[in-house]
């Protein structure tokens, strides 16, 4: 099984930048399209970015669009989402999840396609 593990939240101020990693232990992403997924207390979970396993899809929501960025080193089996200009609504936890199921990166997200989910890390956007 598939086991994804995400790094690199914290607390920022208004403006800063974080970059999220998402890694498998045990197999490689490459094989995977990922989705990074995020919940903020009191709200239901959202898609937030995607990117196909060949890395020529990839699809933002809205409010992150022209802010986040979402990439993969292949050598590495890595995903990454850089996010800069934060804001304090990106405050949430952010996972990271897998599918073989979906091909391309579209506007619709749905959790239920995804197989493997990370355990979550923390972003805070607070002065």
């Known amino acids: 099984q598939l086991q994804l593990v995400e790094s690199g939240g914290g607390k920022v101020q208004p403006g800063g930048s974080l970059r999220l990693s998402c890694a498998a232990s045990?197999?490689?992403?490459?094989?995977?399209?990922i989705s990074w997924f995020r919940q903020a207390p009191g709200k239901e979970r959202e898609g937030v970015s995607c990117?196909?396993?060949?890395?020529?899809?990839?699809n933002y929501a809205d409010s992150v669009k022209g802010r986040f960025t979402i990439s993969r080193d292949y050598a590495k089996g890595t995903v990454y989402l850089q996010m800069n200009s934060l804001k304090p609504d990106d405050t949430a936890v952010y996972y990271c999840?897998?599918?073989?199921?979906?091909?391309?990166?579209?506007?619709?997200?749905?959790?239920?396609?995804?197989?493997?989910w990370g355990q979550g890390t923390q972003v805070t956007v607070s002065s």
């Open positions: 999840a897998a599918t073989s199921r979906v091909l391309w990166c579209s506007d619709s997200y749905s959790s239920g396609l995804y197989d493997y």
């Open positions: 045990g197999l490689t992403l490459n094989y995977y399209t």
């Open positions: 990117i196909s396993s060949s890395g020529g899809s990839t």
